[in-house]
């Protein structure tokens, strides 16, 4: 019995020796390949039909759920729309030639107020519409996936065909992250030109700062917003006032759930939003500008 065992051992040994000599004879077959697999593209659509009329005012509602709120007016003067929650106020430039605009409903679930106001002289104003709504959302990042007038772009946008061509090489959320981040701070310099000379209520194109390969922060942080949730990875633009100075600037958050990231000065936690200033990181600021992170104070969201 004793012979048996030892035979019947030598004969597996020899078997498990033979296995490994010919799996190293062999090359090696690659792993499956791991690719970033974008969302369902998160639309921000107008819809006509299911707003609310109030003379030369259109108002829809109908897709707060999903982070965004749609206005429409007509007028011989300028006009503004106001949207508040609690605290905060968020003003918008409206057009006044009907066309439609798609604005954020930033400050997240909660009763809302807006209003449509009509220019009559210099700065003051009078109320042409106002409403309120109670806005419960599919979850916290709807108006972050989505475009709007501050972030502007479509299925066909150029900038959304090049983030779907460096998403494609990345493995994760956080490889499209930093594919987009190397593209832009390579491809996009800072216009000091137009820093000086850009005029109040101006809207950035991030196709078009694609094109001429320059831009102020808000052309940066509109087309990295714009790059980013195109391929389902929330992204907020911020506006707010970074120290020393206290200057007025736009960067980008961006959200995921991995981990690992680390570039530069900026260091990827997992469940959390995390900065992204591209002017920075494409030589349009000096380094004491940013610092450590703690010199920025967060104001709107879009």
């Not at 003379?55 to 759920?65: A, K, T």
């Not at 508040?84 to 409903?105: A, H, M």
């Not at 994760?172 to 800072?190: P, R, T």
Request: hydrophobic share 35%; charged share 25%; proline share 5%.
């Amino acid at each position: 019995m004793r012979y048996v065992l030892r035979r019947r051992a030598f004969r597996l040994v020899s078997v498990l020796l033979l296995a490994v000599a010919l799996s190293l004879s062999r090359p090696l077959l690659p792993e499956a390949a791991k690719a970033y697999k974008a969302p369902a593209f998160a639309e921000s659509d107008y819809l006509g039909d299911e707003a609310s009329f109030d003379g030369d005012v259109q108002v829809d509602d109908s897709s707060v759920e999903e982070g965004y709120i749609g206005f429409s007016a007509m007028s011989e003067n300028p006009l503004k729309v106001q949207i508040i929650q609690g605290d905060s106020t968020y003003t918008y430039d409206l057009k006044s030639d009907g066309t439609p605009s798609i604005y954020p409903l930033a400050c997240g679930d909660g009763d809302y107020y807006y209003r449509v106001l009509e220019n009559v002289a210099g700065t003051k104003y009078s109320m042409l519409y106002d409403d309120q709504i109670e806005v419960v959302m599919e979850d916290e990042f709807q108006p972050f996936i989505r475009p709007s007038d501050y972030v502007p772009y479509t299925k066909d946008s150029e900038c959304v065909k090049k983030a779907g061509e460096l998403a494609a090489k990345a493995d994760d959320a956080l490889g499209v992250v930093q594919q987009v981040f190397d593209y832009v701070c390579a491809q996009v310099k800072y216009d000091k030109e137009k820093a000086k000379t850009v005029k109040a209520g101006y809207l950035p194109d991030p196709d078009e700062t694609l094109k001429t390969g320059k831009g102020i922060c808000f052309d940066y942080a509109a087309l990295a917003a714009a790059m980013l949730r195109s391929q389902g990875i929330p992204t907020k633009m911020v506006f707010g006032y970074v120290s020393p100075d206290d200057v007025y600037h736009a960067w980008n958050m961006f959200y995921t759930k991995e981990t690992g990231w680390v570039t530069m000065e900026y260091e990827v936690d997992s469940n959390s939003w995390n900065r992204l200033d591209m002017t920075f990181s494409s030589g349009g600021a000096p380094t004491e500008f940013v610092g450590n992170g703690g010199n920025y104070t967060d104001v709107y969201y879009y």
